[in-house]
């Protein structure tokens, strides 16, 4: 009975926490939408209300009990993973680059927001009212002592606004305009970014804050004229059309922002067919799956040789070696990748000053495309060797003992031993994790930005490539270090749009080997 | 428990979104955000206080790597989530202005208070983008204890730097950053080499590449005889020439003032001089201006501007950057004053040197011309062949963005 008791009591509570929790959800929903509201995401905050009724409905619905261990991850996935993936594919088709950053809009309204200042015009000395409604009224004052109001876009002579200038402390400057009050500077502040952008039209220009304390006479350079989609420069008549992510004149000359823009296939194009984009393209993909392929295979070799000789009883302190070999693996990567580095300098660096003596001469590491590869290898190995010893060694353990033993029984050799019984039940254990590492190896980017920055060069390329670029530093290259006008990310996206069907058709492939998407067989 | 732990993670799912969406650094109304890096964002928090004393708003300087923050404000500043202002280089303009990331911004009265080449850097189309405050240029930089008289010539600087180097001490004549177009330019510039032809009307032709004439292909080679003479170490990056001056294993190297701070801390005897004559002309190196800028996407763009011409276009904010970070000022009541005998060197090379271009194609030529340079050092191409292909891609590239 007690046993019951308590059960029921832990679920009210548990029930209690869940409104609490679901309570909360809500209102982090209900407080976030203003703030999505005025940063105008309003798909963001459809989604998020999407979300928070699915949470709603799946813990308080009995029937969808079963969803509310699904839904979490689901929503996770779809944030972490999904929104990303769908993003890069729309940038894929744009030209999302330097010069091609702002939106149409963004373009256009920043050329409507240019003024040309009327120098011959009067300035005049601006003050800031405001009454309890909220509504701004603005005093302009010029230098011979007229004073105009500036109220709702228009500006006209106080005599005739209809408001009574009060000057309550006689200072000469006025402390009331009818119900509206005097703006001090500590009030003004955090309303700058209205009043900054308040027009008062006034004869046949517009007035606008030129500073903190004056307003001067201006005109738009710029018309957009929606039915030709072009900005018109009023001061010289030009059109400019809006055309693939600029706005360009008849006559050739182009204002100085571009926006972005759907572009179609272009990027797909330019790297499938341009020779001097494609063609380093080619060699990047070469060395990334050759990169994989001898890291794999490197530090396999090395781990696994390493783990059978720990794993001979007959071997004096193997606790130390063990421990000493697991090194590289303990060491950040950004310490051992920069160390090396250094190592392979090709005049400072220690491998040369002890191979220089025997060979006669330096080998360029980091300058020759070949050495740099081998350097980027025998790195990768030093950093990878440790991991694959460590399941080499774990997988050694549950090799029966037995086995080998009747082995030995029936004359086979060490090496018969190794190579027939130890190599293939090995192997059918680390499968997996020898595909898993030839998937984290082909998106290696830390050792290769680290020890070679993906260089040298390779002459010619349009994008920033060098020898030892692999796809994922390539892709970071284009996007953020210039090539095609600077930053590409347009271009970019379409890399790792090839990236991803590599990727996936690798795990595709380990899945595969490890009968991940098979049913779990019958008993 | 695990439907605690699952809504516990839907909780902390949700703040994430809202944490996303409401970025902390972001320029809020009424008050204003300054993006600086580490040297300067110590003397903007200094002045900022003046200001929020004058006019009780709030200032945040926030630190931001000096490449971060050309890297960021494409991103941050459209977002919603960038700053009012930011310190950089006049060389970013052409990549902003075409982008949309900043504003124009008008010094009235005060314009005549800066240098007119400093005012021209910053200035686009018609319109100026940024307040200078420093100016800045490589020159050579030697040090005492070895070179007691600097070299005037070239051929005195390579005979110099061969009595100087002896490999197998590890000590070398001569260095510069490898492969790095800005510190090689002025090698190149001295026989004729220039990056950008200039049209009729002064504006630059982008098609018109001049980096592989010959003056270019000589400098280059002057370069790879250096490391074939072995008085410069091949693959000497900027961080290796740095170390290798402080301790006194190179005895003259090409670099900016802002190396000046690193060596007078590590109580190296140096001096900085004009770069020598090569065949007899005189080396031109990149003109570079640091200023503020004010971001197009900022909420607060009367502030800044106010903040900028109120508050840092004073001598004592022009006095208080300048003792933290010397370069020579672009403010001309504060350069009359200033007698650093290192810091004329500075304005002596300036002087004569050619305004980096700050076209958004310069964004083109960097990494080709930077590769051309790595292949002729390492011996992979003729430095002609090396200049002809980065030429013939750096055209290729720019046409393509047109």
């Known amino acids: 009975m007690t046993g019951v008791r308590l059960k029921r009591s832990g679920g009210c509570l548990g029930v209690l926490l869940k409104i609490a929790m679901l309570g909360l959800a809500n209102a982090l929903t209900l407080w976030a939408a203003p703030v999505l509201i005025g940063d105008r995401q309003y798909g963001l905050l459809a989604g998020l209300f999407l979300g928070v009724l699915a949470i709603d409905y799946v813990f308080i619905a009995k029937k969808a009990y079963p969803v509310r261990f699904l839904l979490p991850g689901f929503l996770l996935l779809?944030?972490?993973?999904?929104?990303?993936?769908?993003?890069?594919?729309?940038?894929?088709?744009?030209?999302?680059?330097?010069?091609?950053?702002?939106?149409?809009?963004?373009?256009i309204d920043q050329y409507r927001n240019r003024y040309v200042k009327q120098v011959d015009l009067p300035a005049y000395k601006s003050g800031y009212f405001r009454n309890r409604a909220g509504a701004i009224v603005v005093l302009m004052t010029d230098r011979r002592g007229n004073r105009l109001i500036g109220r709702e876009g228009k500006a006209y002579p106080l005599e005739i606004s209809g408001l009574n200038p009060v000057d309550s402390d006689n200072d000469g400057n006025l402390d009331h305009l009818g119900d509206f009050i005097r703006l001090g500077t500590q009030q003004i502040f955090p309303m700058i970014g209205k009043l900054q952008n308040l027009t008062f039209a006034y004869r046949d220009v517009l007035l606008k804050m030129n500073s903190l304390e004056e307003f001067a006479s201006y005109l738009p350079q710029y018309r957009y004229d929606a039915r030709q989609d072009s900005l018109v420069d009023k001061t010289t008549g030009v059109i400019y059309y809006a055309r693939a992510g600029r706005f360009a004149s008849t006559n050739g000359t182009y204002l100085d922002i571009g926006y972005r823009t759907a572009v179609g296939w272009r990027n797909f194009k330019d790297l499938l067919t341009d020779r001097r984009i494609a063609n380093p393209f080619l060699r990047v993909l070469m060395w990334t799956l050759i990169w994989a392929t001898f890291s794999v295979i490197g530090a396999f070799t090395l781990g696994i040789l390493l783990a059978v000789l720990l794993d001979d009883v007959k071997?004096?302190?193997?606790?130390?070696?063990?421990?000493?070999?697991?090194?590289?693996?303990?060491?950040?990567?950004?310490?051992?990748?920069?160390?090396?580095?250094?190592?392979?300098?090709?005049?400072?660096?220690?491998?040369?000053?002890?191979?220089?003596?025997?060979?006669?001469?330096?080998?360029?590491?980091?300058?020759?495309?070949?050495?740099?590869?081998?350097?980027?290898?025998?790195?990768?190995?030093?950093?990878?060797?440790?991991?694959?010893?460590?399941i080499s060694l774990g997988a050694l353990q549950s090799i029966p003992n037995e086995l080998r033993e009747a082995a030995t029984v029936d004359g086979a050799s060490g090496w018969q031993q190794f190579s027939f019984i130890t190599l293939p039940l090995l192997l059918s254990m680390l499968l997996p994790l020898l595909i898993a590492s030839f998937a984290f190896n082909f998106n290696n980017f830390?050792?290769?930005?680290?020890?070679?920055?993906?260089?040298?060069?390779?002459?010619?390329?349009?994008?920033?490539?060098?020898?030892?670029d692999i796809l994922i530093s390539y892709t970071y290259r284009m996007a953020f270090e210039g090539g095609v006008g600077a930053r590409n990310y347009g271009l970019a996206a379409t890399v790792s749009l090839f990236i991803f069907l590599i990727v996936s058709a690798i795990t595709w492939i380990n899945f595969k080997f490890t009968g991940a998407l098979k049913e779990a067989p019958e008993r | 428990m695990k439907r605690g732990s699952s809504i516990i993670l839907f909780v902390c799912v949700l703040v994430t979104v809202l944490a996303a969406a409401m970025p902390a650094g972001a320029s809020e109304e009424g008050k204003l955000l300054i993006w600086a890096d580490e040297v300067r964002a110590t003397v903007m928090t200094e002045f900022a206080a003046g200001f929020e004393a004058k006019y009780k708003m709030k200032i945040t300087v926030q630190q931001t790597n000096f490449k971060d923050i050309k890297e960021q404000l494409g991103t941050a500043g459209p977002a919603g989530s960038g700053p009012d202002i930011i310190v950089g280089q006049h060389d970013w303009l052409g990549e902003f202005v075409t982008s949309g990331l900043i504003e124009p911004i008008d010094l009235g009265d005060k314009q005549k208070d800066f240098s007119p080449s400093s005012l021209q850097a910053f200035t686009w189309g018609k319109s100026l983008y940024g307040l200078p405050y420093g100016i800045e240029s490589v020159g050579l930089i030697y040090?005492?204890?070895?070179?007691?008289?600097?070299?005037?010539?070239?051929?005195?600087?390579?005979?110099?730097?061969?009595?100087?180097?002896?490999k197998a001490k590890g000590q070398w004549g001569f260095t510069m950053p490898q492969p790095d177009p800005y510190h090689t330019f002025p090698l190149m510039s001295a026989t004729g080499a220039y990056v950008f032809g200039v049209n009729a009307d002064g504006t630059l032709n982008p098609l018109n590449v001049g980096l592989n004439n010959k003056g270019g292909v000589f400098g280059l080679q002057l370069l790879v005889d250096l490391v074939k003479a072995g008085i410069m170490p091949l693959g000497c990056d900027y961080d290796t020439m740095i170390n290798l001056f402080k301790t006194g294993k190179v005895a003259m190297i090409i670099a900016g003032p802002w190396t000046f701070a690193d060596f007078r801390a590590a109580k190296v005897n140096f001096g900085f001089t004009k770069l020598p004559t090569v065949k007899g002309k005189i080396m031109r190196p990149f003109v570079g201006v640091a200023g503020f800028m004010v971001s197009a996407h900022g909420k607060n763009k009367m502030l800044a501007k106010t903040f900028l011409t109120e508050f840092v276009a004073t001598k004592s904010a022009m006095k208080s950057l300048f003792d933290k970070d010397p370069r020579p000022p672009a403010y001309i009541p504060l350069a009359k004053e200033v007698t650093d005998p290192?810091?004329?060197?500075?304005?002596?090379?300036?002087?004569?040197?050619?305004?980096?271009?700050?076209?958004?194609?310069?964004?083109?030529?960097?990494?080709?011309?930077?590769?051309?340079?790595?292949?002729?050092?390492?011996?992979?191409?003729?430095?002609?062949?090396?200049?002809?292909?980065?030429?013939?891609?750096?055209?290729?590239?720019?046409?393509?963005?047109?």
């Open chain 1, 446 to 468: 830390n050792v290769i930005y680290l020890v070679t920055e993906g260089r040298p060069a390779i002459p010619g390329a349009l994008t920033p490539t060098g020898a030892t």
């Open chain 2, 143 to 166: 040090n005492k204890a070895l070179v007691p008289k600097p070299p005037k010539t070239w051929t005195e600087l390579v005979s110099r730097g061969r009595k100087l180097s002896n």
């Open chain 1, 315 to 390: 071997l004096r302190l193997r606790g130390l070696y063990r421990a000493l070999l697991i090194i590289p693996y303990a060491f950040p990567v950004f310490v051992s990748a920069l160390i090396w580095r250094g190592l392979f300098n090709v005049e400072f660096g220690q491998i040369n000053a002890m191979l220089a003596p025997i060979l006669g001469f330096k080998i360029p590491w980091l300058q020759d495309p070949f050495w740099a590869k081998v350097a980027l290898l025998i790195t990768n190995l030093w950093l990878g060797f440790p991991y694959m010893m460590l």
């Open chain 1, 78 to 107: 779809t944030l972490m993973v999904v929104c990303p993936i769908g993003y890069t594919i729309y940038v894929a088709f744009t030209n999302f680059s330097s010069g091609h950053i702002l939106s149409k809009q963004m373009a």
């Open chain 2, 342 to 402: 290192d810091i004329s060197g500075v304005l002596a090379n300036a002087a004569t040197g050619i305004p980096m271009p700050a076209i958004p194609e310069m964004g083109s030529v960097w990494n080709a011309w930077s590769n051309a340079i790595s292949l002729a050092l390492n011996g992979q191409l003729t430095p002609q062949k090396a200049l002809d292909d980065a030429v013939d891609q750096i055209v290729a590239a720019i046409k393509r963005g047109m």
